[in-house]
């Protein structure tokens, strides 16, 4: 490996910590009237209004299963990752859109992907869609099993959108609510051993420059 490769490893050291990435990132639009999954396109096709760190994808925080008005805030719906919000909390949760992204671990083989949402969402994985809701609906579950994927660890995207009415999005892997999965240990100390090769080439490089 390269000192230039080996630098690109411990920038992802860096940029993931010791352990991994412990939270999604989330996005959030006030936007108009949603009908679908153009209208929710077009909408983050902009600035979001609020930018915060995801726990877990259960909404409104902690209560499984439960719903909140759309009425209700911004703040309300995120619970305790409220605290992570840069933007407005109290905004009400009619008419929005959020979006989250990070990395999810697959085990290999048949993977479960559940979304339970009100109104309509879409799910990809390494930019491929997975699962999709297009129109707006009640509190309803959308389940797919999928065998495409390889072990490891996987770009995703969740896109939901609130239009009116009482408001819920959920996401499960395998039957457990998607959240963050750290870094392996062994992992994380490989990219540590890497990054500190990258950095004895690089002097080795520059004594004989």
């Known amino acids: 490996m390269s000192w230039k490769a ?10 993931t910590g010791t352990a991994g990435a412990v939270t999604f990132q989330g996005e959030f639009w006030d936007t108009g009237a949603l009908t679908g999954i153009a209208d929710a396109q077009a909408a983050i096709a902009a600035s979001p209004k609020a930018l915060f760190t995801s726990s877990g994808i259960d909404y409104p925080n902690g209560d499984l299963n439960t719903l909140r008005s759309s009425s209700a805030t911004v703040g309300q719906f995120l619970g305790v990752d409220a605290a992570s919000l840069t933007g407005s909390a109290s905004t009400s949760l009619a008419t929005s859109v959020f979006r989250f992204t990070g ?11 559940s979304v339970s949402s009100d109104d309509g969402f879409w799910l990809d994985v390494d930019g491929i869609r997975v699962a999709d809701f297009g129109s707006n609906r009640g509190f309803t579950t959308t389940t797919v099993i999928d065998s495409s994927f390889a072990a490891g660890f996987h770009d995703f995207e969740l896109v939901y959108w ?21 870094l392996p240990a062994s992992l994380s100390l490989a990219l540590a051993g890497f990054a500190g ?13």
Do not use: D, M
């Open 6 to 15: 080996s630098a690109a490893v411990a920038a992802l050291a860096l940029s």
């Open 103 to 113: 990395q999810i671990y697959l085990s290999g083989g048949s993977q479960t992907f």
């Open 162 to 182: 609130e239009n009116a009415g009482s408001a819920g999005i959920e996401a499960a892997l395998n039957g457990a609510t998607l959240e963050p999965v750290p």
């Open 197 to 209: 090769l990258g950095v004895a080439a690089r002097r080795r490089t520059r004594r004989r420059a």
